[in-house]
């Protein structure tokens, strides 16, 4: 592969800050009012709310298994990500769309699908993504430059929350035509992202036979002898267990136990936002200095505390206050995780190993907010969050034994351990 000039590294860090600031505008538009959109203006149930959270994982699981095959018979990374890109984001559109073609009840499973198929494309999009970012900014650069793009990104998806959190607030819950509004308005913001996803410098790939691979039934099973990879991937598949097991949960409790409005929801989203982004360059040092076993280790205890502690009130101000206490964490982890995952991924197998990392994370994804939901009739809302702490905690403790070499011996950061 060639190699890029400083220049050209400057040009596509500049760009990258720019498409992500506007691809966060609809994707915090949607991921934030959707939920509320479900639960208050189409009357979604308990069911439909968990596949909401659920259906998305299942059809990432098959996405990026076809996009990884796919992605090494085409060229350039770079044109794969903008197809997929803008196929993924007309579905806002089609989102929006909606109540105007169908009827209550039927229209909340018809979104729930919508979500879910657009989640193929949106597959197909971040493979590509961390591939062609994991080519264009040099391995000793990424932990700076990913912690300066999450900052930068956070602050405009704040801005992308609160706003239309403050304007949602003046009209009914039970209203669509506002939320439709939004949507909308984020198929516009997404021309912008595609366009400066279009300004990235890339060059050309090396002779198509040359990369090309089949993610055989042996080749997945074979990335397992990886054992920096596998160390790697059982903590995060145990931490990810239980964090999105309880992402149901949270918006069952924050919406229909606590009654948060758009208001509040959005105020939750954003006190997450700001600490986020007063903490990415701290993780971003902290990383460099010890590794990204021990910093994962300490976010992931961080998150665990999240759902033991939300059950604590149902005031909206000390929820808002946890949110940002507890942001820091969620910076963090989306920091490491990609950052993690990069550095143990050899560079001329990235695309095999991102797929192989998706697939077995679009699985858990699949399973476990359905595994929250079931525990609903059987256990108490409060003792399903409290089982989630436990399950996070597990994968903070996971990645303390994997950093016991550094911790104990010769302080170098490693996932050798």
């Not at 149902?314 to 995952?341: C, E, K, Q, R, W």
Request: charged fraction near 10%; glycine fraction near 6%.
């Amino acid at each position: 592969m060639s190699s890029y000039t400083y220049d050209e590294i400057a040009v596509n860090e500049k760009m990258s800050i720019r498409n992500g600031s506007f691809a966060i505008v609809g994707l915090n538009i949607v991921s934030s009012f959707a939920p509320l959109f479900l639960l208050k203006a189409l009357h979604a149930n308990a069911e439909e709310v968990a596949l909401y959270n659920a259906l998305p994982a299942l059809m990432t699981i098959f996405a990026t298994y076809l996009g990884a095959i796919w992605m090494n018979y085409v060229a350039s990374k770079k044109w794969f990500c903008i197809y997929a890109t803008t196929g993924t984001r007309m579905f806002y559109g089609l989102i929006a769309m909606s109540p105007f073609l169908f009827h209550v009840p039927l229209v909340a499973v018809i979104v729930v699908l919508l979500i879910a198929l657009m989640n193929i494309p949106q597959a197909f999009s971040n493979l590509s993504w961390q591939s062609l970012i994991g080519d264009l900014i040099p391995e000793n650069r990424r932990a700076s430059f990913f912690g300066k793009r999450n900052r930068v990104v956070t602050l405009f998806g704040m801005l992308a929350t609160l706003i239309p959190g403050l304007i949602l607030e003046r009209f009914p819950a039970q209203s669509a035509p506002p939320y439709q509004f939004f949507f909308f308005f984020s198929v516009i913001t997404s021309i912008f992202e595609v366009y400066y996803l279009v300004r990235h410098i890339e060059h050309t790939e090396l002779p198509l036979q040359k990369r090309a691979f089949h993610l055989r039934p042996k080749d997945f099973v074979g990335i397992f002898q990886n054992r920096r990879y596998v160390k790697f991937l059982v903590g995060s598949v145990i931490f990810n267990f239980g964090w999105q097991m309880a992402w149901p949960l949270f918006n069952l409790y924050q919406i229909n136990t606590a009654g948060a409005t758009a208001f509040w929801m959005s105020a939750f989203t954003v006190a997450s936002q700001i600490s986020q982004i007063l903490t990415f360059r701290f993780w971003s040092r902290f990383s460099l200095r010890f590794g990204n076993a021990i910093t994962l280790a300490i976010v992931c205890f961080g998150m665990a505390t999240t759902p033991v502690l939300t059950i604590l009130s149902t005031s909206m101000i000390y929820l808002t206050i946890l949110n940002f206490l507890t942001g820091a964490f969620v910076g963090g982890t989306n920091l490491l995780l990609l950052n993690y995952l990069l550095e143990v991924s050899p560079n001329e197998e990235r695309t095999e190993y991102i797929a192989h990392y998706n697939i077995i994370l679009g699985t858990v994804g699949f399973l476990a907010p359905q595994f929250g939901v079931l525990l609903l009739p059987l256990l108490h809302l409060d003792i399903s969050m409290m089982l989630a702490t436990v399950i996070r905690a597990a994968g903070g403790a996971y990645f303390i034994w994997v950093a016991k070499k550094w911790i104990f011996h010769d302080r170098t950061p490693s996932l050798s351990a």
